[in-house]
């Protein structure tokens, strides 16, 4: 059996060819795995339904997205166009995750090829993100899975503000935030930690806070883990401000995922964020968090 893999051909949606997200990034990533035998078949998810996005966002606001009512100033605050293309892809990746959720708690291990739009929240989406994919399938794994305690480990180089809103209340779904202090969003919201590193951040002062902060973590009793591996944290990024080498990167992966897999809590690994100046590079980094889960599994 090969690593679980949730994929799905229109991820990529239409928008601008000139928006800072690089939208093809999907279909280019899903090529990349395939053609470098990380995977030989994707698990292909389902629209996500609006049962379960309502565990984590107002009706009001799904129903603004899935009818594109949306009001011109919310619509800007995401950054695409609610078209129907974006539509589709937004209840599609999210139920990516919550069908990788469901691959990871069976086989200790799954990954999304997109996910992790942490800056959505209960009734608004943010920074190119439309619906919280993570919030909603670790919501899905509490009320139809009885899964108790979730860890949302959150190393993209933006916080991960819409699960900290998200889960202010609830006691049971950790939210861990190590990212870059100066970067968006500029109004930073409270996790249950924040780690907020300075500019131009390297490789080795960044794996050595993250070790140490995982020591913390293993004191806290997880039964899943969800991990956001953002790879704005490259120093050729356009808009992180840490200085990560490919390296860095690959062994943050690498530490993160040894450890939960060893202790045998399930992990769920999704994209997060990822603006490199090189999109051959972008592609070869994201793929870093699948290679480092199919080389464990
Ligand atoms: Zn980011």
Redesign the pocket.
């Given at each position: 059996m090969e690593l679980p893999i949730v994929n799905h051909p229109e991820y990529v949606a239409k928008i601008n060819e000139n928006s800072v997200f690089p939208i093809k990034k999907f279909s280019s990533l899903a090529n990349y795995l395939l053609q470098n035998k990380v995977v030989e078949n994707f698990h292909v998810p389902k629209e996500c339904s609006i049962k379960t996005l309502s565990t984590s966002h107002s009706l009001e606001y799904i129903n603004h997205i899935k009818n594109k009512t949306l009001d011109k100033k919310s619509e800007i605050k995401i950054g695409f166009p609610i078209n129907n293309s974006v539509v589709k892809r937004s209840f599609l990746a999210t139920g990516g995750t919550v069908l990788a959720s469901k691959l990871a708690l069976d086989h200790k291990l799954a990954c999304n090829t997109a996910g992790?739009s942490?800056?959505a929240s209960y009734d608004y989406g943010a920074?190119y993100c439309v619906f919280n994919d993570v919030a909603v399938a670790a919501n899905y794994l509490k009320y139809k899975k009885q899964i108790k305690n979730i860890l949302i480990l959150d190393l993209?180089?933006?916080q991960g503000n819409g699960n900290s809103e998200i889960f202010k209340n609830d006691k049971n779904i950790f939210t861990f935030s190590m990212?870059c202090k100066s970067?968006?969003p500029a109004k930073k919201s409270k996790s249950d930690l924040d780690i907020e590193l300075k500019d131009r951040l390297e490789d080795k002062e960044y794996l050595k806070i993250l070790k140490k902060n995982i020591v913390y973590l293993n004191k806290i009793k997880f039964d899943f883990v969800f991990y956001i591996a953002?790879v704005?944290v490259h120093h050729d990024d356009k808009?992180?401000k840490l200085m990560l080498t490919d390296d860095g990167i690959n062994e943050r992966d690498r530490i993160v995922i040894e450890n939960f897999f060893f202790k045998k809590i399930p992990l769920c690994g999704v994209l997060?964020?990822?603006?490199n100046k090189s999109f051959n590079k972008l592609i070869e980094l994201h793929a870093l968090l699948h290679k480092n889960c199919a080389e464990l599994f």
């Open positions: 992790g942490h800056h920074g993209d180089v933006h990212h970067n968006y953002g704005d808009l992180g997060g964020g990822g603006y």
